[in-house]
């Protein structure tokens, strides 16, 4: 190579990086301002929990896209100390079951891995379609229970 054509190379080559280094520069600048916005967008709990959506005075929870408005709940985190929740048993275990009777329940939405103890304050029978019967309210930690009668 001349020597003249081996300077011109060089420059056309460190021309070539200044360029790459300044798109580098612009893209880490978008790359910032993009993690900061996503920053600004998150709302921090008050405390460690389950998260549960929140519904509408119409029984609806919000879906991707929804639109809400200040002050509108969209998720809560429950006290999971004390709550109520809703069971059934079997037809043929129904008779068995009253009032004031201990249960536990597996909570689906933790693995069923944390049995919790509680009561059944009401052991309405109410026929269902199939082979249940509904029992009640139970004083239990809220999720995705599931009954079983003690």
Known sequence: MQPATLISS??????????????RGEAESVVNSTQDAIRQMMVLAPRDGTVVYATSFRGEKKKVGDSTWKAEKVIEIPDLTQMRG??????????RVAASQRVTLRLVLHGGGGAVAGCVLDAERKALVGATVFVGRTVAPKGAPTMTAS
Do not use: P, T, Y
Request: a negative charge; glycine letters at 12%; aromatic letters at 0%.
């Open 10 to 23: 060089r420059i056309a080559a460190a021309a070539r990086i200044g360029l790459l280094e300044s798109k």
């Open 86 to 95: 809703d069971g059934e048993v079997d037809e043929v275990d129904a008779g």
